[in-house]
RNA sequence: CGGGGCGUGGCGCAGUCUGGAAGCGCACUUGAAUGGGGUUCAAGGGGUCGGAGGUUCAAAUCCUCUCGCCCCGACCA
């Protein structure tokens, strides 16, 4: 038997994944879990992600049209009340603020005291905040569509939380617009699906599956809820991005009314789309090996790290300068329409600063020592190959060609997930071989069973629960690529069907 | 909120059954050696054993209560 190389993780994603997840976020100092219950607090690492992505969708965003605005953290009890399917979907998870005071309590504790009037909910999403704005803001048809987004913090107060996929407080952006027409609307609600598609798949290289939520995973309040969903290691899949056609419900809710060219009154369409920090968590169990997280060198909080060699104290001098004028090339050279993000890593802790390095995920490492500058040469490893596996390289050329490397190993990182994507994802029909797929082996619970199932389902909200209740596995969505695209029948009830949707257990 | 597991220096753990001076590995500090490397040696710093009660001459260990985390369910971005 051969023995198993040494990894920086541990356990390994095959010996139990979730308890891997926990460490990897650990090791790669992306955030630490915070003393308040279901928190998390964003170390460095992990926010220059999040920043980047916010960079990107930023950009996005503005150019269709969109502009950012802030709106008020607390939402007064009644604007929620106001939908009703809204309430429902959300109350259980509200966090409510109901005193404005603390006092001296009996014990020398403090209490709250000074009760609210009216409670305010900690927003879990804003649109009944949003919805009032917009009633305020929108007469006549002229000030439609109103196209607005906002970067903020939510809270949802969740039973049960992980890290950057579940906590109780998240960051995230909410766009909100409002139209004339239904249909704008409606093509608002992909448009920005298309967006969150792209975010995904160029620049966070996951590829994600593009469809609609059935009725009973809609987002509660909406008419139609459109989503992204990518397949994890362990094969599950999260749903990473989700865009609400909400029809007018939000507007009868809120009085969003205009008058339009034909002087008559009537209810705005609105829509709203969102993604979270749970995309971090996205990255991590798509890219991340039993090594640590692999950051796609778009989003990289830094592109890549020097490393001086200093064998003997009198080469140091020479040896930062070199390392100083590379990072300063290297800092003038473009990847992704951006300047290359350089660190250099200087600290004399032998071979453990390599690998803290490769923890983090950098794409690039370089050691640079007296042998690679007689050779005028760098010593390069990449971070989607194996750590022993580095090579040298002219240093011309490697300045010259950093984005091009930067660009294969962003490509390499698409492409090695949409095969793993593929390989777990197969047609099923016939019942048996759909609970067998979806069935541990062993008793083992961490057994890495299961993938997306392709699979034909009736339409029936009975059917659907059947196997949730069975299996645990839902409807991630109907995929817009077969949507009505095929007969067969449905692999619960065998009804006939007109279309495969996508089963698989969930995040 | 139900079922299971676990809380011992920053991290990973042993010690708990059978009560008897808080240990180990990694990390950290200092010194030296080494020098394409998770290196070696030496000397250090750091924990009221999640918390609160109780039993006892004596509690990490036994009892009661409590808080938190992880896994599996229900709920969900």
Same mark, same amino acid.
């Given at each position: 038997?051969?023995?198993? =190389?040494? /990894?920086?993780?541990?356990?390994?994603?095959?010996? &139990?994944?979730?308890?891997?997840?926990?460490?990897?976020?650990?090791?790669?100092?992306?955030?630490?879990?915070?003393p308040v219950r279901g928190c998390m607090i +964003?170390?460095?690492?992990?926010?220059?992600?999040?920043?980047?992505?916010?960079?990107?969708?930023?950009?996005?965003?503005?150019?269709?049209?969109?502009?950012?605005?802030?709106?008020?953290?607390?939402?007064?009890?009644?604007?929620?009340?106001?939908?009703?399917?809204?309430?429902?979907?959300?109350?259980?998870?509200?966090?409510?603020?109901?005193?404005?005071?603390?006092?001296?309590?009996?014990?020398?504790?403090?209490?709250?005291?000074?009760?609210?009037?009216?409670?305010?909910?900690?927003?879990?999403?804003?649109?009944?905040?949003?919805?009032?704005?917009?009633?305020?803001w929108i007469s006549s048809y002229r000030d439609?569509?109103?196209?607005?987004?906002? %970067?903020?913090?939510?809270?949802?107060? =969740?039973?049960? /939380?992980?890290?950057?996929?579940?906590?109780?407080?998240?960051?995230?952006? $909410?766009?909100? /617009?409002?139209?004339?027409?239904?249909? =704008?609307?409606? =093509?608002?609600?992909?448009?920005?699906? &298309?967006?969150?598609?792209?975010?995904? $798949?160029?620049?966070?290289?996951?590829?994600?599956?593009?469809?609609?939520?059935?009725?009973?995973?809609?987002?509660?309040?909406?008419?139609?809820?459109?989503?992204?969903?990518?397949?994890?290691?362990?094969?599950?899949?999260?749903?990473?991005?989700?865009?609400?056609?909400?029809?007018?419900?939000?507007?009868?809710?809120?009085?969003?009314?205009?008058?339009?060219?034909?002087?008559?009154?009537?209810?705005?369409?609105?829509?709203?789309?969102?993604?979270?920090?749970?995309?971090?968590?996205?990255? +991590?169990?798509?890219?991340?090996?039993?090594?640590?997280?692999?950051?796609?060198?778009?989003?990289?909080?830094?592109?890549?790290?020097?490393?001086?060699?200093?064998?003997?104290?009198? &080469?140091?001098?020479?040896?930062?300068?070199?390392?100083?004028?590379?990072?300063?090339?290297?800092?003038?050279?473009?990847?992704?329409?951006?300047?290359?993000?350089?660190?250099?890593?200087?600290?004399?802790?032998?071979?453990?600063?390599? %690998?803290?390095?490769?923890?983090?995920?950098?794409?690039?490492?370089?050691? +640079?020592?007296?042998?690679?500058?007689?050779?005028?040469?760098?010593?390069?490893?990449?971070?989607?190959?194996?750590?022993?596996?580095?090579?040298?390289?002219?240093?011309?050329?490697?300045?010259?060609?950093?984005?091009?490397?930067? $660009?294969? +190993?962003?490509?390499?990182?698409?492409?090695?997930?949409?095969?793993?994507?593929?390989?777990?994802?197969?047609?099923?029909?016939?019942?048996?071989?759909?609970?067998?797929?979806?069935?541990?082996?062993?008793?083992?619970?961490?057994?890495?069973?299961?993938?997306?199932?392709?699979?034909?389902?009736?339409?029936?909200?009975?059917?659907?629960?059947?196997?949730?209740?069975?299996?645990?596995?839902?409807?991630?969505?109907?995929?817009?690529?077969?949507?009505?695209?095929?007969?067969?029948?449905?692999?619960?009830?065998?009804?006939?069907?007109?279309?495969?949707?996508?089963?698989?257990?969930?995040?």
């Amino acid at each position: 038997m051969v023995k198993a =190389e040494k /990894t920086a993780i541990s356990p390994t994603r095959q010996e &139990d994944y979730s308890e891997w997840y926990q460490q990897v976020i650990k090791a790669s100092e992306l955030a630490d879990r915070s003393p308040v219950r279901g928190c998390m607090i +964003i170390k460095p690492w992990g926010y220059a992600l999040w920043e980047n992505i916010v960079w990107v969708l930023d950009a996005m965003f503005k150019d269709t049209g969109v502009k950012n605005a802030y709106f008020p953290l607390f939402i007064p009890l009644s604007f929620l009340e106001k939908e009703a399917e809204h309430v429902e979907g959300f109350a259980k998870e509200c966090a409510v603020v109901t005193h404005h005071r603390l006092e001296k309590g009996m014990d020398g504790g403090l209490v709250p005291a000074g009760s609210l009037a009216e409670p305010l909910v900690v927003r879990p999403t804003s649109e009944t905040i949003i919805g009032d704005a917009f009633a305020n803001w929108i007469s006549s048809y002229r000030d439609l569509p109103l196209l607005i987004n906002q %970067w903020a913090n939510v809270v949802r107060w =969740e039973m049960r /939380t992980r890290i950057f996929l579940r906590t109780s407080e998240f960051l995230w952006q $909410e766009g909100h /617009t409002a139209h004339a027409t239904e249909q =704008e609307a409606i =093509e608002r609600t992909r448009m920005m699906l &298309d967006v969150y598609t792209r975010l995904a $798949e160029e620049y966070l290289a996951i590829p994600v599956i593009q469809g609609r939520k059935s009725a009973a995973e809609r987002f509660p309040g909406a008419v139609d809820t459109l989503c992204i969903e990518a397949m994890m290691q362990d094969r599950k899949a999260l749903q990473a991005g989700t865009s609400h056609f909400l029809g007018q419900n939000f507007a009868k809710a809120s009085g969003i009314k205009f008058q339009s060219a034909q002087e008559t009154e009537q209810f705005a369409w609105t829509t709203s789309w969102g993604v979270s920090t749970r995309l971090i968590g996205g990255i +991590i169990m798509t890219h991340g090996d039993d090594n640590g997280i692999i950051v796609p060198p778009k989003v990289a909080p830094s592109h890549v790290v020097l490393m001086p060699i200093i064998r003997k104290p009198e &080469d140091r001098g020479k040896v930062i300068d070199y390392v100083n004028h590379l990072a300063a090339q290297l800092r003038q050279q473009q990847f992704s329409h951006q300047n290359i993000r350089v660190e250099t890593d200087d600290r004399d802790i032998g071979g453990a600063r390599g %690998w803290e390095w490769i923890k983090k995920g950098i794409p690039i490492r370089v050691e +640079i020592g007296p042998k690679d500058m007689e050779k005028n040469a760098v010593f390069v490893g990449r971070r989607d190959r194996p750590p022993k596996e580095k090579e040298s390289i002219p240093r011309n050329r490697f300045v010259a060609e950093i984005g091009m490397m930067l $660009e294969d +190993i962003q490509n390499n990182l698409f492409e090695r997930a949409k095969i793993f994507q593929k390989d777990h994802t197969c047609d099923i029909d016939n019942q048996k071989n759909f609970y067998d797929f979806f069935t541990p082996k062993s008793s083992d619970t961490t057994e890495i069973h299961g993938g997306f199932a392709r699979s034909h389902w009736c339409g029936s909200e009975k059917c659907e629960s059947k196997i949730k209740e069975d299996l645990s596995v839902s409807i991630r969505n109907i995929p817009f690529t077969t949507e009505k695209s095929e007969s067969g029948s449905c692999i619960c009830c065998g009804k006939k069907s007109d279309c495969r949707v996508i089963f698989a257990k969930a995040y």
